[in-house]
């Protein structure tokens, strides 16, 4: 249409990382590659924390540590569960822990995390996948619109306790 400038959309550079891409179940010795990547994320290192979820989930069936390898080193990973009748839900899935290393984004290793834990939680039974974050983080929230992802039913309430 005249007037309208429209820039072609720059082409799509193939990625290496897609060639060599495993997802994978985590192993008990990956907590601590999980917890220098969430350190790296979120600039505070938790390595109790990571303990505690890799002991805790370990042989549940319901409940899942995906880690995305490139070239046989860990650059990303995905926590989620089944839950059961919170709230009065239906089991349904969670995912409450998401991160691709910050070289390795862009490359679609979330994307694939993403869709392995939905398999993983399909086959568990549940027919929806939740998850929560701040409403003012951005990329997070990008990411999870663009896996389909949309505001549900609940709403979050909290207060100090002090
Ligand atoms: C969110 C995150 C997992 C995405 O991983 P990723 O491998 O880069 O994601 P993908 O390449 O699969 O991107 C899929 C889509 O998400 C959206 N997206 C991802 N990064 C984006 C960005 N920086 N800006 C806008 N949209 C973005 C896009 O729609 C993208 O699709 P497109 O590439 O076709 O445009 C990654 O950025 C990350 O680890 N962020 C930090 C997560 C975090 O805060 N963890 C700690 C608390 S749990």
Known sequence: MEGVISAPAPPRIPSPDADDLTI???R???AAAVDRLDARITELAKPDYWREIFAR???RPDSHILIAEVGGRLRGFIIGEVRAWEFGSPPSGWIFAIGVHPDHRLNKLGSRLFEAMCQR???SGVKTVRTMLARDDNLNMAFFRSQGMMGGPFTQLEMPLD
């Open 28 to 30: 008990p010795e990956d």
């Open 121 to 123: 939680l399909r086959e």
């Open 57 to 59: 989930f370990s042989g």
């Open 24 to 26: 994978r179940d985590a």
